[in-house]
């Protein structure tokens, strides 16, 4: 291996362990939490993304700027629906109740950003592509 693809992989693993750590640091908290006397859940809740925000801030973005899969729609996949496992591979999606095919991939989005300017992927132009600038900012080098 190179010297700039042992480099490349060691700066992905230093990256990788340290949204790791904050994943985890983020999880002792909430599974720790004490209550306030007299506190909602939702303000329980509240604290504990106020503090994840607060010491882990891209961690709560890639969160939210996680990306989704994109599927075609069952009529337009050219699937036999006689075929063997068409009914394993096609199903009804959890949003919008369209019949979706499992058997195809079109690509990822983020499930988060919507794109106003309409020049985003011809498969789905109203989303940014995955990564979106968001989560692509985060994974830049610093300085």
Not at 30 to 40: F, H, K, R
Request: aromatic share 6%; hydrophobic share 30%; charged share 30%.
């Amino acid at each position: 291996m190179s010297q700039l693809a042992e480099g490349l992989e060691r700066i992905w693993q230093e990256r990788t362990e340290r949204r790791l750590r904050a994943a985890e640091a983020v999880a002792w908290q909430a599974l720790n939490i004490t209550p306030q006397p007299n506190e909602s859940a939702t303000e329980v809740l509240a604290r504990i993304r106020f503090s994840a925000e607060r010491n882990h801030p891209d961690l709560v973005l890639r969160f939210e700027h996680s990306r989704q899969e994109i599927l075609p729609r069952a009529e337009d996949c050219g699937c036999d629906p006689e075929g063997d496992g068409y009914g394993d591979d096609h199903c009804e999606s959890d949003k919008g109740g369209e019949y979706l095919c499992a058997r195809q991939h079109l690509g990822w989005i983020c499930g988060d950003c919507v794109n106003e300017d309409d020049g985003g992927p011809d498969w789905r132009p109203d989303r940014y592509e995955w990564p979106c600038p968001t989560v692509a900012a985060l994974d830049q080098p610093t300085p």
